[in-house]
């Protein structure tokens, strides 16, 4: 795989590119369907001029364009929705919101939909489906840490009261249940505290849904974990602490949600970059390592104030342009990430970190493909480093989850 250009392909989220976004629909094609579903929203999806109007955009994309086809779009989308199936109109509130966040999920656009599902969450924290919406988002996302604490969230505030559910509140706790053990599988940081409770939560599904079809995978899950603990396998050396399991209250996504902000300083377990250094290294690399410290604690405010000091002309261009792109995806800008890392990467093609942490970021803008791609340059140029951040089981979680959609 060749480094992204700085262009569209490097910045997913913006043009009227014709090239596919991360698995799903191209730009272009999402502006369409996005189009269609809002006149649905506002419920003028058969308004003769937003017809046309939209028909003249899918004529463009070299699509068929007649009515027929629209149509079919129409009520593709409206499915599963009696209201939208009426026409009606989905005045602005959290019934818009889920919907809409649902037709992101499903167009694979994870970060507009995890910011209206947390929108939901702040004025509605019990809404069906939402925090598990969130978790899933969360997960694709690549912020497994975070996912499950919102997956737990919703288990906790469900499986007390089982028996007086009703069926869409059992099916939002069976696939929060479901969600806990496979988010849990493809993280290998997970905490020894979160392991347990995943596995739990895996055996409470068998039993509130014993004959359901999918045990046989819920089972397979459960004895990949077990195997997981009976090995010791967790990462004990991870930069990401383990959190606690019981979550605590704060902000969501976009500062709203009960769900859990996150520590976003601490020490790894591990050798810091910094007690790494040689006695006589520069004050230059000192600063390298304190700003890849501070970036692998999660201590964000830090690592920017230790990048406004430094001396750039000085500073490895590769080592201080992969520290570049690890504050962008910190910050929530993957986007610009991927067009730091690719920088790197068109100079320094076997540069190892550039390509772990573009891999991370492909994660973030939901490109679990791509991700994988990116983790096996990571073998084949550094594999060391490799080993050391268990790319391996990461590779897998990313194939699967590209395999599964």
């Known amino acids: 795989m060749e480094a ?14 014709f090239a596919r976004v991360m698995g799903g629909s191209t730009n272009y094609e999402f502006k369409i369907k996005e189009a269609i579903f809002d006149a649905l929203l506002n419920g003028k999806a058969q308004d003769p001029q937003i017809k046309q109007d939209i028909l003249r955009q899918i004529q463009a994309s070299g699509a068929p364009s007649d009515e027929t086809t629209y149509d079919q779009l129409v009520a593709r989308f409206a499915q599963g929705s009696e209201r939208l199936m009426r026409g009606e109109l989905i005045p602005v509130g959290e019934d818009r919101d889920m919907a809409k966040a649902q037709f992101f999920v499903q167009e694979r656009r994870y ?9 939901v969450l702040d004025m509605n924290p019990s809404r069906k489906h939402a925090r598990t919406g ?16 919102e997956i737990q969230i919703r288990i906790d ?9 009703v069926d869409g509140l059992k099916i939002d706790l069976f696939n929060a249940l479901v969600l806990s053990g496979q988010a849990a599988l493809g993280y290998p940081e997970v905490s020894s505290v979160q392991l347990e409770k995943s596995l739990e939560n ?10 359901s079809p999918m045990k046989a995978k819920v089972e397979e899950t459960r004895d990949a974990l077990l195997a997981r603990k009976d090995s010791g396998s967790m990462d004990q ?31 790894s377990s591990g050798a810091t970059m910094v007690s790494k250094l040689a006695k006589d290294a520069t004050p230059t690399e000192r600063q390298i390592a304190e700003l890849a410290d501070a970036l692998s604690a999660r201590d964000l405010a830090r690592a920017k104030e230790i990048r406004s000091r430094m001396n750039i002309a000085e500073a490895s261009k590769v080592k ?27 100079s320094n093609p076997q540069e190892g970190s550039a390509w772990l942490y573009l891999g991370m970021a492909h994660m973030m803008t939901g490109d679990p493909a791509q991700a994988a791609q990116s983790w096996a340059k990571v073998r084949e140029f550094d594999p060391q480093l490799f080993a050391e951040k268990r790319l391996g089981m990461r590779m897998r979680a990313a194939q699967q989850m590209a395999g599964g959609r």
Not at 320 to 346: C, Y
């Open 157 to 165: 505030e469900l499986k007390n009261d089982f028996a007086g559910l």
């Open 111 to 119: 970060i507009e939909a995890a910011k209206l599902f947390s929108s």
């Open 4 to 17: 992204p250009s700085v262009d569209v392909a490097a910045n997913p989220q913006s043009g009227n590119s």
């Open 202 to 211: 895996l055996k409470l599904y068998i039993e509130l849904n014993p004959d």
């Open 237 to 267: 050396n991870s930069s990401i602490m383990a959190r606690d399991a019981k979550g605590v209250a704060g902000g969501g996504v976009m500062g709203g949600a009960r769900a859990g902000n996150l520590p976003m300083s601490g020490a």
């Open 134 to 149: 969130l978790a899933t988002c969360l997960y694709y996302l690549g912020n497994v840490d975070r996912s499950l604490q």
């Open 320 to 346: 201080l342009g992969v520290l570049d792109g690890r504050i962008a995806v910190q910050e929530g800008r993957a986007a610009e990430g991927l067009r730091i890392f690719g920088e790197v990467l068109k």
